[in-house]
């Protein structure tokens, strides 16, 4: 069992910066590859960014790449999104999620994910 705690989220102008944390509970979390994931009111949630079990290989949507930069501490148990050049569409609530890969790592498909923060409060004004 994977306990995971996001924070960090909150309100900032366009074009600001914000860095999400994930922490997570248990002594296996190196051995979970990590992703990110949004929801914005009435849509889906959709991949922002994922990383594997040693931090040694990173991917991102292409709306997010080249501003998002995901990273991992795996003696704090953490994981965390440097979010940079924020735009009003990057606003939603951003969720942490652990994936136990079993062979292929489908990192952009929530359904892979095990585990999963509650979220944090991502608002970006215009």
């Known amino acids: 069992q994977v306990q995971l705690v996001e924070s960090g989220g909150g309100l900032v102008q366009a074009g600001g910066s914000l860095r999400l944390s994930c922490t997570a509970s248990?002594?296996?979390?190196?051995?979970?590859?990590m992703g990110w994931f949004r929801q914005a009111p009435g849509k889906e949630r959709e991949f922002v960014a994922a990383?594997?079990?040693?931090?040694?290989?990173?991917y991102y949507a292409d709306y997010v790449k080249g501003r998002f930069t995901i990273s991992r501490d795996n003696a704090k148990n953490t994981v965390y999104l440097q979010m940079n050049s924020l735009k009003p569409e990057d606003t939603a609530v951003y969720y942490c999620a652990a994936d136990w890969v079993r062979g292929t790592y489908y990192y952009s498909d929530p359904r892979e994910y095990d585990y999963w923060g509650q979220g944090t409060q991502v608002t970006v004004s215009s």
């Open positions: 248990g002594r296996t979390f190196s051995s979970y590859a």
């Open positions: 990383i594997s079990w040693s931090g040694a290989s990173t």
